[in-house]
């Protein structure tokens, strides 16, 4: 069985920094020793344009990885993968994955494609990250169904906590009939604002919500010109600017996600006969 981590960032809400979280982190593990694949689940390909990679027209996404399982040929995932200076691999993605999610539709086993696409190559990874879309449509289905964990990113705003019902009860659905290894990894803060209590009162709504069953992390990721700045450029906030507050705050996470299993086998209950 492979040791290989599967991770979806995932919120049906947009604008709550999953491209980010994604490319920050998988750079942050990378940093701790980890080999990393990162999945751009996105059609729009917001994770791909992050990285610096802008034409990618005529390059193969994972839209041809789905459309050569989806008709049962050969998955030349090799072709596929792009080899960042960052130290982190990246599945790339554009609009042809939007094509996709039609042909999903009529497909066998059709919530376990990308599954069956990511099989082959998990081995060599000890972290696959998956940036999902902002929607919970057949592409992310099939995100969740092939995860171990989702991190929920959540932005620090009003009614931030009731947002995540939808997604929740999505996340429920697809470990109780597709995947029983689907676990809430947890609850990440993002785009804070630290002049203001609005991430204080957005933290306490969560934890008065979901608190005694989601893990929410202890790292909060600061609202800050920079990591625009290094989307922009193609960069990690840490190629960009290392000793920025957010480069920080992202290798604190890193370690927050290492530790994931282990908090939960220490919290598992005992069980007696």
């Not at 750079?27 to 990679?53: E, F, I, N, R, W």
């Not at 803060?189 to 969560?206: H, I, M």
């Not at 909060?220 to 190629?239: C, D, P």
């Amino acid at each position: 069985m492979s040791n290989c981590k599967v991770i979806a960032i995932a919120n049906q809400k947009g604008g709550v920094g999953k491209t980010t979280t994604t490319f920050n982190l998988g750079v942050a593990l990378s940093k701790l020793g980890h080999k990393v694949l990162l999945v751009d689940c996105d059609p729009q390909g917001d994770l791909t344009t992050c990285m610096g990679y802008y034409e990618t027209d005529n390059i193969p996404t994972l839209a041809n990885l789905m459309e050569q399982s989806i008709n049962d040929k050969p998955i030349k995932t090799d072709k596929v993968i792009l080899h960042h200076e960052e130290n982190v691999d990246l599945i790339p993605s554009n609009l042809d994955l939007s094509a996709i999610s039609f042909t999903l539709i009529n497909a066998i086993s059709r919530e376990r494609v990308m599954a069956n696409c990511l099989k082959d190559i998990k081995d060599n990874y000890d972290y696959v990250i998956i940036d999902c879309n902002p929607s919970l449509d057949m592409i992310t289905l099939n995100a969740l169904s092939c995860a171990d964990k989702v991190i929920i990113p959540v932005q620090t705003q009003y009614l931030a906590a009731r947002n995540m019902t939808q997604l929740l009860g999505t996340v429920g659905r697809i470990k109780r009939q597709i995947n029983p290894n689907l676990n809430v990894g947890g609850i990440l803060l993002t785009l804070v604002d630290g002049r203001t209590n609005l991430s204080k009162e957005t933290k306490l709504a969560l934890q008065e919500n979901y608190g005694s069953v989601i893990k929410i992390f202890d790292t909060q990721i600061s609202n800050t010109v920079k990591v625009a700045e290094a989307t922009k450029e193609g960069k990690s906030i840490f190629a960009y600017d290392k000793n920025n507050r957010v480069a920080e705050a992202y290798l604190l996470f890193a370690r927050e996600v290492e530790n994931i299993d282990k908090e939960r086998k220490q919290n598992a209950p005992t069980i007696t006969r």
